[in-house]
């Protein structure tokens, strides 16, 4: 069965400084992956996904995320965390064959000025 | 509408009473999820359409939970006999065709969904 581990519950940067947020599934082919952010208060937005081709997919502000199928991984990072940033992320996992997507258990990221 | 939208925004209810949860996708949108968010938890998934029939019902937590679509447009999500570990954000997402070919699904802003 497909699942999605996010390791990390939660998060500590301080403005400025670089994230890294870890995302590993568990699927027995070629998967799409995508990362949402949910910020205070706010729905879930789409940061990027990856469907094919090139394995560094960049997204909205400022993320990018690598898909590594190796080590059946899709980090998510960003250079130059900002003080918006602190939300909730999620990463979710869907299936070429299947109209479905799993969502980790999420990442939860606090910005320290 | 511009987004997915869901009435009501907050709904606060008895123990043992139904409850109607409902969503309007994006229009022309064939593809319509519904997921629970408890307190601090991610999101579970509930049950997902592709126009009016419903491949997957999986995620449904009992016999008390059911869903329709009409018109391969508005949902709705219906409680019985609500219970207090109902409480919770449902949320509905809508994607174009679907997300096997990689579409992204919008979400809309939830009801928040209160047992007493």
């Known amino acids: 069965a497909q699942s999605v581990t996010q390791p990390d519950i939660h998060i500590t940067v301080s403005e400025g400084a670089s994230l890294e947020l870890r995302c590993n599934y568990s699927?027995?082919?070629?998967?799409?992956l995508f990362w949402y952010v949910q910020s205070p208060g706010q729905g879930l937005q789409l940061l990027l996904k990856y469907f094919s081709g090139d394995t560094l997919v960049q997204g909205i502000k400022g993320f990018e995320a690598e898909f590594k199928r190796s080590q059946s991984s899709f980090n998510l990072r960003k250079p130059s965390v900002h003080w918006s940033d602190a939300a909730e992320y999620f990463c979710?996992?869907?299936?070429?064959?299947?109209?479905?997507?799993?969502f980790g258990p999420g990442t939860s990221l606090s910005v320290i000025p | 509408g511009a987004g997915v939208s869901q009435s009501p925004s907050n709904k606060v209810t008895e123990k043992g009473k139904d409850v109607e949860l409902r969503c309007d996708p994006i229009s022309g949108h064939t593809a319509l999820y519904w997921y629970r968010q408890s307190l601090g938890q991610g999101l579970e998934f509930l049950i997902y359409f592709q126009g009016n029939s419903a491949p997957d019902k999986s995620g449904l937590p009992s016999d008390r939970f059911s869903a329709e679509r009409t018109g391969g447009s508005v949902s709705t999500l219906t409680i019985q006999r609500t219970q207090q570990e109902d409480s919770a954000v449902y949320l509905c997402?809508?994607?174009?065709?679907?997300?096997?070919?990689?579409?992204?699904?919008?979400f809309g802003p939830g009801t928040r969904l209160t047992v007493l």
């Open positions: 997402a809508s994607s174009t065709t679907g997300t096997r070919f990689g579409n992204e699904q919008f």
């Open positions: 699927y027995g082919a070629t998967p799409y």
């Open positions: 979710a996992v869907g299936k070429t064959s299947y109209d479905k997507v799993i």
